[in-house]
């Protein structure tokens, strides 16, 4: 029997039963999709439990990592209430100028002005977020809509 597994790239992963060294061990092999190189490495399978223990303690750690990315918009929104802005709000007709911050995905956060003044509000909240230690990008909506910074996690 062989386990196969395949990778979103199209890599393989294959594991077969072997023998090293007259005891019974795991074959794990892998290969590329054009075929050029790949690598192979034989587990006996009274060690199976620490490679499985290890992969799982390595799985956790990314996972960490990746979590350790995430950035929620009530933290960046409570950051910027904090430094004395505002949420932007409706009015008679019209809306109270102020801030408005909105998730997009789970690593990255909108912040937009609502108000007169845009160019140059972004542009200090740009900083006071850089101090903070956020990663800040100014970008634009699609078809020339709303300037907004997209700000993430280092």
Same mark, same amino acid.
């Given at each position: 029997m062989t386990f196969h597994y395949t @990778? &979103? @790239?199209g890599d393989h992963l294959y594991i077969t039963p &072997?023998? +090293?060294h007259g005891q019974p061990a *795991?074959? !794990? +092999? &892998? $290969? #590329?999709?054009d075929g050029q190189g790949g690598a192979a490495v034989d587990v006996p399978v009274d060690q *199976? $439990? @620490?490679?499985v223990a290890g992969a799982r303690d390595t799985a956790r750690q990314a996972a960490a990592t990746e979590d350790a990315r995430r950035i929620r918009k009530a933290s960046v929104a409570? !950051? *910027?209430v904090d430094q004395g802005y505002t949420y932007s709000e409706p009015g008679a007709g019209d809306w109270d100028p102020g801030i408005r911050v909105t998730q997009n995905g789970p690593r990255a956060v909108h912040v937009f002005w609502d108000g007169a003044g845009e160019a140059d509000q972004l542009a200090t909240i740009i900083g006071q977020l850089h101090e903070a230690g956020y990663h800040v990008h100014a970008t634009q909506q699609e078809r020339g809509g709303r #300037? #907004? *910074?997209e700000v993430t996690l280092p």
């Open positions: @990778d &979103t @790239d &072997t023998s +090293r *795991l074959n !794990f +092999r &892998t $290969e #590329r999709p *199976l $439990e @620490d490679v409570a !950051f *910027l #300037r #907004r *910074l």
